[in-house]
């Protein structure tokens, strides 16, 4: 029995696992490709697996680029193109039809096939040439990605709608700030007017510190008075269970004028956080035209980089944040639904979803003006993409920017490889529309340029809750023009840092359009610690940018240690640890007592803060909440608003004061965390889709790394608050440094490796290295 067992079984695995081992452990080889292109093109590898590619044009370069990607990346590019596309399930089988029905329900593939549609010449040649290079990349292949024969299927034929698709995908991914219109309206029916101390949306209340454009920065014609939004609370219940998991959505970047730096030209710095995958969705490479060199990454499944520079300028980006979903609740009756006080016609529209093993399924969704109404169809989702939310109600529809707008985003990136000075780049921002991204860019004359990008809707009432949709005054009145997103050229200041902080200051005319989801903390930090050099008459250089990346010191906890500290009474059992917290530097590093003490305190005070409150599943959207997250250390500070009415446990007849929350918390903190050092706790998670969560199949494929930060440090990771565990699925993916005046100075990482075989040496070769500040150094080609 054993015997057999053996023979059939084990040896086919250990064999094969030799075979795989034997093909696919080194980087693929130096290639020429002449098939497809205008004139052959070389991709060479150099000793960290990185191709180099010497092509005649852009086209060319293109279909090499996807060639590279699919010898790298081909399991994931098919995951991320079948994510986008609403076709998980013709692989993965049922598992992954929630994650389908969503996609389709609201249009991404009409969306990326109406783009697609109206694309110039010249970028849909790009996007073609780039899905034969792909689809050759995989024919070229001896052995596919081990994941093919695990879940029995094949590589099917990628195609230029998959691209388009992706950006969706991506845009919906950063502007998962829906979810908490939502949470806002349940937490409104139990808070009251105080939900603005938890969870809040006025600028009185979250008191920005740091603008990307300072009041006196902001260019003439977009000053203007705004108008403070009226807010609605809807009466009617949302009866349904939302997870937050906006958490994904965050990134530094900055840029210091040529005046600071000792090479006399711009530094500029990126690192986007984004949920963390193995293999990450960033893939780093160089080009060689004639006449304008490149290095950068792009995204996996499409060709151009979109974070790098060329031989003339750099461009990089981070998330804006800005408001552009609302959530509409839709009174519906007899296939209509109420607008004004007219009942108007649903519309419909079919979607055919295959299922590995299954009859195909369809699906009839119905639409409103304001867009697809949800249906109740994600609840997987949130297992293959954890940035999705549970919704179980049938009449919310869904009003997304990119519903109403055709997107040139290729042609964007396409002449942004060529383009030399600011005046180029800025006239570019038409073609941009999916994606709502803060921009910035720097061109070798030394100019620094902010762009916000994308288009925010313009409305009369507040947007940060769900929205009546029969009042015609809720609708969207337009969309502010490319001209009047927040920009800056060469600021007085002499840099730019974005963060996924407010963008402008209230002086902006479209202030309360933009939306009000912004994070705070690492843009102070980083402003304070170029302000502090600057200050000393210090000049930067490249590497004096990776340490910057690498902080770790909590500004909030800096700000309200202090405060929880007067509010702490704990017997003299604690004292030790009392004497720890009020020691600490503020630093979240891998061996802090006090940042393990620290976080795990904050974490149980929103814990216990909603505890009698809320049902255990609101109670995790609430403490996964990004927004209540940042905004915790405030409340118990003497300027706030006396929150001693939320602290009360109405369960209870007695009258609970916060200063017993603060308590309790703290002895719950120092029960958890035992006296171990943050780093023993707390590790970056790099996941694998689908495999993480097949227990087995996870112990091979994911990886983990202990490492210090949280949120809101500089080296910002970001684990579940609603979860037991402390493994950070969000992070910084890439990190990316470049110096203008010095070809030597430039610094790449990734948060893993450029390879997706998880049987290569550069599968998961640079985790620590990304971490703790050992990156590659690269010359520029010039
Ligand atoms: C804003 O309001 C002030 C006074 O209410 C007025 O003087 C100013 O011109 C207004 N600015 C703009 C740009 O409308
Ligand atoms: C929600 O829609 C269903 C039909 O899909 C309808 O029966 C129900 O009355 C609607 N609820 C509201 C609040 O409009
Ligand atoms: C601290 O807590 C103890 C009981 O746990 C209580 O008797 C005492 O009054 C509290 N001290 C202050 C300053 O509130
Ligand atoms: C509990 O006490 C605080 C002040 O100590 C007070 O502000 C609050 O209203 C009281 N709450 C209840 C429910 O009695
Ligand atoms: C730095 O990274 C390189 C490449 O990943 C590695 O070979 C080297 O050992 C690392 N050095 C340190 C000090 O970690
Ligand atoms: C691009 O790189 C090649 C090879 O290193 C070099 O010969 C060429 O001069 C560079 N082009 C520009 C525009 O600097």
Redesign the pocket.
């Known amino acids: 029995m054993f015997n057999n067992l053996c023979y059939l079984i084990i040896l086919p695995i250990i064999l094969s696992i030799i075979v795989f081992f034997g093909i696919q452990s080194k980087a693929p080889s130096s290639v020429i490709l002449t098939t497809f292109v205008s004139s052959s093109v070389e991709i060479k590898r150099d000793s960290d697996g990185i191709p180099h590619i010497y092509a005649e044009n852009l086209i060319d370069a293109s279909y090499a680029v996807g060639y590279a990607m699919a010898q790298n990346r081909l399991w994931q590019i098919d995951i991320i193109r079948r994510t986008s596309t609403g076709r998980l399930s013709e692989i993965l089988g049922e598992s992954s039809l929630e994650m389908d029905i969503f996609i389709r329900n609201i249009k991404i593939p009409q969306m990326a096939q109406r783009d697609i549609n109206d694309l110039s010449p010249e970028a849909l040649k790009s996007l073609t040439a780039f899905a034969a290079g792909i689809n050759d990349g995989a024919k070229s292949l001896w052995l596919l990605p081990i994941e093919y024969y695990i879940t029995r299927s094949t590589f099917d034929e990628f195609r230029v709608i998959d691209s388009q698709a992706s950006h969706h995908f991506l845009a919906l991914s950063l502007g998962m700030t829906w979810g908490n219109d939502v949470l806002r309206h349940q937490l409104y029916q139990i808070f009251g007017e105080e939900l603005e101390y938890i969870l809040p949306t006025s600028y009185k209340y979250s008191n920005p510190k740091s603008f990307i454009i300072s009041k006196d920065e902001l260019p003439e014609e977009l000053r203007g008075n705004y108008t403070n939004l009226e807010k609605e609370y809807l009466t009617e219940n949302i009866d349904f269970d939302i997870e937050l998991h906006q958490q994904s959505a965050g990134s530094n970047s900055w840029a210091i004028s040529g005046k600071y730096t000792k090479s006399g030209k711009p530094i500029i710095v990126n690192d986007p956080h984004l949920a963390t995958t193995a293999p990450g969705i960033h893939y780093f490479f160089h080009l060689y035209l004639p006449g304008n060199n490149l290095s950068g990454f792009t995204t996996v499944g499409f060709p151009f980089i979109m974070a790098g520079r060329s031989s003339y300028a750099v461009w990089i980006g981070t998330s804006l944040k800005s408001d552009d979903i609302d959530i509409f609740m839709e009174k519906i009756h007899d296939g209509k639904y109420l607008y004004g006080d007219e009942y108007l016609n649903l519309k419909e529209f079919e979607e055919v979803i295959y299922i590995k093993g299954q009859q195909p399924r369809k699906y009839i969704f119905k639409e409103t003006l304001h867009g697809p109404i949800l249906e109740n169809s994600i609840i997987g989702a949130k297992k293959m993409s954890p940035f999705l939310p549970n919704v179980e109600e049938k009449n919310l529809s869904f009003c997304f920017t990119n519903h109403y707008l055709t997107d040139h985003i290729t042609d964007y990136f396409y002449n942004i490889q060529s383009a030399k000075t600011v005046e180029e780049l800025r006239s570019l921002i038409h073609y941009f529309d999916v994606g709502r991204i803060s921009m910035t860019f720097s061109t070798i004359s030394g100019d620094i340029y902010y762009q916000a990008t994308g288009r925010v809707p313009i409305r009369e009432v507040d947007g940060s809750l769900v929205l009546a949709g029969w009042e015609i005054k809720n609708t969207w009145k337009g969309f502010v023009t490319h001209e009047e997103m927040p920009y800056v050229i060469n600021p007085k200041k002499g840099f730019i840092v974005t963060a996924n902080n407010y963008p402008t200051d209230s002086n902006y005319k479209h202030f309360y359009n933009i939306g009000n989801y912004f994070s705070q903390g690492r843009a102070e930090r980083i402003e304070e610690l170029i302000q502090e050099k600057i200050n000393k008459g210090e000049k930067f250089t490249a590497v004096d940018q990776i340490k910057l990346q690498q902080d770790e010191l909590d500004i909030f906890a800096r700000e309200g240690v202090p405060n929880l500290i007067k509010l702490l009474?704990?017997?003299k059992d604690y004292n030790q640890q009392v004497k720890t917290i009020k020691e600490w530097d503020f630093v979240m590093s891998r061996n802090s007592k006090a940042g393990a003490i620290y976080v795990v305190w904050l974490r149980q005070i929103a814990r216990n803060l909603i505890k009698n409150k809320v049902s255990e599943d609101r109670q995790h959207a609430f403490v996964k909440s990004l927004l209540m997250q940042l905004n915790l250390y405030k409340m118990f500070t003497e300027e706030y608003p006396s929150i001693e009415k939320i602290c009360d446990n109405p369960e209870t007849e007695k009258n609970e004061t916060c200063?017993?929350i603060v308590?309790k918390s703290f002895i719950e903190a120092c029960e958890i965390t035992e006296g171990k050092a943050w780093g023993e706790l707390h590790a970056q998670w790099l996941r694998h889709i689908p495999f993480t969560a097949i227990p087995f199949l996870s112990k091979f494929f994911d990886r983990t790394h202990y490492v210090g930060g949280m949120y809101s440090t500089i080296h910002s990771t970001h684990f579940d608050w609603a979860s037991e565990s402390f493994l950070s699925a969000y992070g910084p993916e890439m990190k990316f440094i470049a110096d203008l005046g010095n070809n030597e100075e430039n610094y790449w990482s990734l948060n893993g490796g450029e390879s997706g075989n998880v049987f290569s040496s550069f599968y998961c070769n640079l985790l620590e290295s990304h971490h703790y500040g050992n990156l590659t150094k690269f010359t520029f080609a010039g």
């Open positions: 009474n704990v017997s200063q017993e308590s």
